[in-house]
Every structure is written in structure tokens, then in C-alpha cells.
């Protein structure tokens, strides 16, 4: 029986995943809008950022919800975040986009746990890579060595 501890991990994972999941399938079924909405803060080259972010949003999603690649998918929205919420959500004279700041950094939190803790015994790494996956009742905290 597997420890509890790798249950969470998945939970976790499709947790974090299903907002960006959403917010892109959501950009897929309405281009548009989502062009004319990164045109009101002034983005350029609307479609070209609009793939960006479907394929940050998308791959990634998919790559920490399946557990595969999980830290390269988790450091793609990692990386996706930090000018979405810079950009779009620092009118903090709006308390919605307050609240949307704030979000955001609960999610970029929860992103570098996934970068550090990875994806735990439950995913595709664990099958194809499983010496990069300890199991999760022999974790330690790594220590670094003293330069």
C-alpha cells in the first residue's frame, strides 16, 4: 500500500493543474476574446502570445496533472505566471484584481513546491525515472554542501 503522503502529492498535482487546464482550454474555445482582452493592456502581437499561453497553460497543466516531466511543466507555469500576474493583475485599485494578484501568488507558491518536492510516487516520472523519484516516507530535506 502506498504511503498517504503520495496521494497528496497527486491531489496536489491535479489541484494546481485544473486552473491552468481550464483558464486554457477557455482561451481555445474563445480566441477572441482573450486577444482583445491582452489588446486592453496593451499587449502586442495578440496571437503570438495567445499560442504562448495556451501551450504554457496547456503543456504545463498536462505535464504536472499526469506527473510527467512534472518539474519542467511545473517551471513553464512558473515562468508563465510571473508577467500574466505583472501584467493583467496589479491594478490594485480594483479589489477583484487584488484578489487575482493574490491567487496568483498562492498558485506560484504552490508551484515551487512542485518544482522542489516533484511529482511523488504516483505519476509518469515516478515509472520512467523512479530513481528521481524517492518514495516519500524516506524524504529528507536535502542539505547542501558547504562551499
Request: charge should be positive; glycine fraction near 8%.
Given at each position: 500500500?502506498?504511503?498517504?503522503?503520495?496521494?497528496?502529492?497527486?491531489?496536489?498535482?491535479?489541484?494546481?493543474?485544473?486552473?491552468?487546464?481550464?483558464?486554457?482550454?477557455?482561451?481555445?474555445?474563445?480566441?477572441?476574446?482573450?486577444?482583445?482582452?491582452?489588446?486592453?493592456?496593451?499587449i502586442p502581437m495578440t496571437g503570438l502570445f495567445l499560442i504562448l499561453a495556451i501551450i504554457a497553460e496547456v503543456g504545463g497543466g498536462l505535464s504536472?496533472?499526469?506527473?510527467?516531466?512534472?518539474?519542467?511543466?511545473?517551471?513553464?507555469?512558473?515562468?508563465?505566471?510571473?508577467?500574466?500576474?505583472?501584467?493583467?493583475?496589479?491594478?490594485?485599485?480594483?479589489?477583484?484584481?487584488?484578489?487575482?494578484?493574490?491567487?496568483?501568488?498562492?498558485?506560484?507558491?504552490?508551484?515551487?513546491?512542485?518544482?522542489?518536492?516533484?511529482?511523488?510516487?504516483?505519476?509518469?516520472?515516478?515509472?520512467?525515472?523512479?530513481?528521481?523519484?524517492?518514495?516519500?516516507?524516506?524524504?529528507?530535506?536535502?542539505?547542501?554542501?558547504?562551499?
Open positions: 500500500m502506498k504511503p498517504r503522503s503520495d496521494y497528496y502529492f497527486l491531489a496536489g498535482r491535479i489541484l494546481i493543474a485544473a486552473i491552468f487546464l481550464m483558464s486554457g482550454l477557455n482561451k481555445i474555445m474563445q480566441p477572441a476574446a482573450t486577444r482583445a482582452y491582452m489588446a486592453q493592456h496593451g504536472v496533472l499526469l506527473g510527467a516531466y512534472t518539474r519542467i511543466g511545473a517551471a513553464l507555469l512558473f515562468l508563465f505566471m510571473i508577467p500574466t500576474t505583472l501584467i493583467f493583475h496589479t491594478n490594485f485599485s480594483d479589489p477583484n484584481q487584488m484578489i487575482h494578484f493574490m491567487k496568483n501568488l498562492s498558485m506560484i507558491g504552490g508551484i515551487l513546491y512542485v518544482i522542489e518536492a516533484g511529482p511523488g510516487r504516483i505519476s509518469v516520472d515516478a515509472k520512467l525515472r523512479p530513481e528521481e523519484v524517492e518514495p516519500s516516507d524516506v524524504r529528507a530535506p536535502r542539505r547542501r554542501a558547504a562551499a
